[in-house]
């Protein structure tokens, strides 16, 4: 597909592929030893701390074991300084060092890190609309919504269409949704065969504090809803299993259903206190960690969701499509 | 005693008790003016009626939880108000007269025998498991109370199809050609959908796996199918109302409709000449009841249940069958029926008097009989349910559309 690219950024600016920025300001904390030998460097903390993505991340750590800056070892990531040296591998976060992000860096990454907040509101958007039916979405459209270039806008949708919230129509529009039942029961489906393995997978990498803390909270009554209590399993239980492509379909598979509920709550479903009570329940028994015991409670609970989301969705028939559904997005 | 009544201060006259009152939401088929005077005789409090169609209430039940008490509507639509949290278990326990409730409700037919039906049989809404979710494993708390229920077919022209003969008539005259320009069908998507569904699969156009739960694209062929009869100026639109249905036929606009029971009582000089069907396919089921409101606490719990109870005392289920419905306790109606009425609504007799309706006219003339014939003859042979499907959401709105290209035949 070939389009006009209308440079709207300033010249001069952003110009420079990201992954080549994010090498730069990596080499500049390892040459100046900021960063001690043996520190292990994995691509995603380095994305939030840069605002970016993990893929430009991961081309930059390549770039820097191809320049012997850093290297890989038997775990996950590369270790700083080169190959051969006997280092301990040290898990520290990023923020225990003194990392600098030199100014002129600085400001391309602010650049792309607006990229990446456009990125969370169009995800939003477009996620949140499928309820409603099928929607087109208007490239042009959507640049001037956001005011900025077509190929920034062009980028957002490439990757809504990766994490598969968008698809290309026959006649090469972009189209979105309905979310149906049928896409539903499928999203559920794929999630109680990958979950419970990803939750035995990760087993011995969560955190017993961790999960303490989250009980807790609980207890005192300050789990706002069940969507938090969805997220802390992803993050501290899910996320934590050693199979980074696995934990990666799992959120994406996830997305639009997040979005849903979402949706929902905005429109008023009042918290699900049942669902509060199964979560309790599913974290104690990861706390005892009752492998077995966890899986199946959350595989039951998973088609219990399945369930109640089902019938959640009929009300949204009665529900006229909102004015507030932003004018890129054109019901089909 | 409330509150009021204790610290009113003493008067020479008697004090002036501000009467207690329960606010009712629901549909035209059970809050009648009739039921609502009954229920104010009967129970020491006042009761208001907001008598809403079939959509604003589930819509305004679900999203407006705390201006009603009492909703009152059909199982078929009650996944979108109970899982919106907006109403609370019933206690059998509290309810006077559950062993007396019919197995149609409880345990999905009326004997072991008969077929629960296609879609969302009550007895599959009925139960609350105890993982919140609602289910046919019988337990100690309801969702709802089922109260009144009728099963439905369409209306017909005898003029055009002629008698029925002793097979009865078919779904598929719904949809028949010889009907072309003078159908109507209902714009209620989880009744008018499956009268046409049970329409097309009758006469051939089409199959379902599951005609109570249909897939994306059997929902998207039966909407080709009524774009292209539409083109070929099958419909003359839909109707809202039972009286628009009603005025369709006394304007003799329409060979064959949606219609429901009540409405062939209406019919003026039609009456006789547009009939009842008994489809040899069976019936389109469904079952009213009344459910509680979540926020319900203490006296006015209580006043809740009472009134939930009071709907299986008799007197109200008599107002029912005077307009064809069936109460789900049918032993405890009759006390309150002629025996002529009984006779003709629910045992099939030929009418030996004319009957009167709910408000006192004339529906049924002496020497008729009831379509389908008695009670147990007509709910042996359920087909399916009125049903809010899985993918209601999507034929909802396909639905929306097909019948916004209609247009509203209002006379």
């Keep these: 597909m070939t389009q006009i690219i209308m440079p709207r950024t300033p010249a001069g600016q952003g110009q420079e592929p990201l992954y080549e920025t994010i090498s730069r300001v990596l080499r500049h904390n390892i040459t100046s030893g900021r960063l001690p030998a043996g520190l292990v460097l994995i691509e995603g903390p380095i994305a939030k701390l840069m605002q970016t993505s993990r893929a430009p991340v991961q081309a930059s750590l390549r770039m820097l074991n191809a320049e012997g800056l850093i290297h890989r070892f038997r775990g996950r990531g590369y270790l700083v300084g080169a190959a051969g040296a006997t280092s301990q591998p040290v898990r520290k976060s990023l923020d225990e060092y003194d990392f600098d992000i030199p100014e002129a860096s600085r400001t391309a990454l602010a650049i792309r890190g607006t990229w990446i907040r456009v990125y969370d509101q169009v995800e939003a958007e477009v996620a949140a609309c499928q309820i409603f039916g099928e929607f087109r979405v208007i490239e042009t459209e959507l640049a001037e919504y956001l005011g900025v270039s077509r190929t920034v806008a062009r980028d957002v949708l490439s990757r809504l269409n990766e994490r598969g919230l968008l698809r290309k129509g026959a006649s090469s529009h972009w189209l979105a949704g309905p979310l149906t039942a049928r896409t539903l029961r499928e999203k559920f489906e794929l999630r109680s065969i990958m979950e419970p393995a990803a939750l035995r997978l990760a087993t011995d990498y969560i955190d017993p504090v961790q999960i303490a803390a989250i009980r807790a909270r609980i207890d005192r009554g300050d789990a706002r809803d069940a969507a938090e209590l969805e997220g802390a399993l992803m993050r501290h239980c899910l996320g934590r299993a050693p199979n980074g492509a696995l934990v990666e379909i799992i959120a994406n598979n996830r997305l639009l259903l997040s979005s849903m509920d979402k949706a929902l709550i905005d429109l008023g479903l009042p918290v699900d206190v049942v669902a509060l009570d199964q979560y309790r329940t599913l974290f104690d028994l990861i706390g005892l960690r009752q492998v077995d015991a966890a899986t199946e409670y959350l595989k039951e609970h998973l088609r219990i969701l399945s369930f109640k989301s089902l019938a959640r969705l009929k009300i949204v028939a009665l529900i006229p499509e909102i004015e507030t559904i932003p004018c890129y997005l054109v019901k089909v | ?388 499907m899985d993918e209601y959401n999507y034929a909802a709105r396909a639905w929306k559309r097909f019948i916004a290209s209609l247009g509203t035949a209002t006379p």
């Excluded at chain 2, 149609?104 to 007895?123: M, R």
């Excluded at chain 2, 009842?276 to 459910?291: I, V």
């Excluded at chain 2, 419905?325 to 609504?345: C, D």
């Design chain 2, 1 to 388: 005693m409330p509150e009021e009544v204790r610290t009113e201060p003493k008067l020479a006259s008697p004090p002036r008790v501000t009467r207690r009152t329960l606010r009712v939401r629901g549909t035209d088929v059970t809050l009648l003016e009739e039921v609502r005077l009954l229920a104010i005789e009967d129970l020491g409090f006042d009761v208001e009626f907001e008598n809403l169609d079939f959509l604003t209430c589930q819509h305004r039940a679900a999203m407006d939880p705390l201006n009603y008490d009492i909703y009152e509507q059909c199982f078929h639509n009650l996944d979108i108000v109970w899982y919106w949290g907006a109403l609370q278990p019933i206690e059998t326990e509290r309810i006077k007269q559950w062993d007396n409730i019919g197995s149609l409700a409880k345990s999905g037919g009326i004997s072991k025998y008969t077929w629960q039906g296609h879609g969302d049989a009550p007895v599959r809404k009925l139960y609350v498991q105890p993982d919140g979710t609602l289910g046919q494993q019988p337990m100690p708390q309801i969702s709802m109370l089922p109260t009144a229920h009728n099963v439905d077919s369409f209306g017909y022209d005898r003029r055009l199809f002629g008698e029925e003969g002793p097979e009865g008539s078919s779904w598929a005259w719904l949809l028949d050609r010889r009907a072309r320009g003078r159908i109507a069908l209902v714009d209620e998507p989880a009744i008018g959908i499956f009268d046409v569904a049970l329409a097309a699969e009758a006469n051939g156009d089409l199959t379902f796996e599951d005609i109570g739960n249909m897939t994306v694209d059997e929902i998207d062929s039966l909407m080709g199918l009524l774009e292209t009869l539409r083109q070929q100026g099958f419909f003359v639109g839909s109707w809202v109302s039972p009286d628009q249905a009603e005025a369709l036929v006394r304007d003799d606009r329409v060979s064959v409709q949606s219609m429901w029971t009540p409405s062939y009582g209406n019919l003026g000089k039609m009456s006789g000449i547009f009939c009842e069907s008994f489809p040899r396919e069976g019936y389109r089921a469904w079952h009213g009841g009344a459910s509680l409101a979540r926020h319900l606490t203490g006296a006015k719990l209580d006043m809740g249940y009472e009134y939930l109870n009071w709907w299986l005392t008799g007197p109200p289920g008599a107002v029912m069958a005077r307009q064809g419905h069936y109460m789900t306790n049918p032993e405890g109606v009759r006390a309150y029926l002629s025996a002529e009425e009984w006779g003709y609504w629910y045992d099939g007799d030929i009418a030996r008097c004319d009957l009167k309706g709910p408000d006192g006219r004339i529906v049924v003339r002496k020497g008729q009989r009831r379509p389908g014939g008695a009670y147990r003859e007509r709910v042996s042979r359920i087909a399916m349910w009125n049903t809010v």
